[in-house]
């Protein structure tokens, strides 16, 4: 087995002391710029890497960032959003050398005990922490930890009953630009307010963590305008987990626009899900089984909207003459569905980009911040036409 380089090896190749080595790759003053330069060359050749453990027992930086993701494992492996969102933040943190440590576990419970251990073993220097909940703990606990973390996506009021059953309507509040954090819509960058406290949406102070996250109610009322102008007036939206705070916003901006246009619970209403193609399926099916079937379908990701088509053609509904489809997410697989689906476009790499680049400037010892990503903008394809006549 080769034998890993050591300060001492570096020490004799660039001909200094060990200390000057130190020195040199601690960033500590005491050595020369030429010294500096000359050192890290040497240690590059030799492909030094520092011990994490023992760097973690000096207290110097792990070189590590944390993610956790509570889900089902089995609706991961055929979902794109997290895969392009994983390369947006990988793509910042190997360029400053700082590797990404990804887990998955069953729930938030468990999430929460890894990062307590990760905190006890200074295994990572931060998180990027995903699927903010309705009632979170988590931005609490980090707190209270000192873990430095960014929230992919704001908390979200807790709504009593949000969650709860299957054919639902949010209790979460009905305005379709609160985001839980207090930041307007079409805000770029916030600081959280003085006191270190952001507010949820029920107006009780929140852990102050940053956060980066998107518009999900103003995207939500561009697809159901564009659906509206065709003439649709029946609508579901196959929505994803209950009690994920972004799951509650897409709902409660989804009842705010069916009460501002004059429609009931029984023309637009949403369905929770778990993410996967089958529950997406299975969720099409019985909607479209109901005496009075709605006319478009708005799911939460690309996957289950595929599935969704799938059930469509094998009840024998046409898609879009008698049923238009509109995916959340856009991906290669709603370009290749025939027909092709509409679908919200955005840059979920570049959203990943921004959280990573909030965590670091976190690590750099600046203040909690709110960052907002672009507006997904939706791409109308075949899968969407004017709505049936009597049908």
Known sequence: ??????IKDIARRAGVSESAV??????????????????????????????????????????????????????????SFFLQLV????????AGRIALLFQ????????CAVYRRWWAERRVDGVIVVDPRTRDPRPELLTGLGLPAVMVGAAAATGAGAGAGTDMETT???SPTDDGVGDPVGG?????????????????PAAALSTVWA????????????????????????????????TARRMASLRTWSERHGLGPGQVRSVVTDYSDAE???????VLADPRPPTALVYDNDVMAVAGAAVAAELGIPVPARLSLVAWDDSALCRVTHPRLTALVRDTAAFGRLAAEELLAVLAGGPPRVRASELPRLEPRDSTAQAPAAY
Not at 1 to 6: C, E, I, L, Q, W
Not at 188 to 204: H, I, K, L, N, T
């Open 188 to 204: 770029a960058v916030s600081r959280v307010p003085e006191g270190g406290a952001a507010r949820d949406g029920s107006g009780a």
């Open 104 to 111: 998955v576990v069953e729930d938030i419970d468990a999430e």
């Open 215 to 246: 518009d999900d109610a103003g995207a939500m009322t561009q697809v159901l305008d564009h659906l509206h102008r065709l003439g649709h007036r029946r609508i579901t939206h196959v929505a994803g987990l209950p009690g994920l705070a972004h």
């Open 1 to 6: 087995m080769a034998r890993r380089p050591t």
């Open 280 to 286: 997406g399926a299975a969720a099409t099916r019985r």
């Open 172 to 174: 979460a509040p009905t």
């Open 22 to 79: 130190s020195f040199a790759l601690n960033d500590r003053p005491g050595v020369s710029r030429d010294t500096r330069a000359r050192v890290r060359r040497v240690a590059e050749e030799l492909g030094w890497q520092p011990n994490s453990a023992a760097r973690a027992l000096s207290g110097a930086r792990a070189g590590v960032v944390g993610l956790i993701l509570a889900r089902p494992a089995h609706t991961l492996g055929v979902e």
């Open 87 to 94: 390369s947006g933040i990988q793509e910042v943190l190997a």
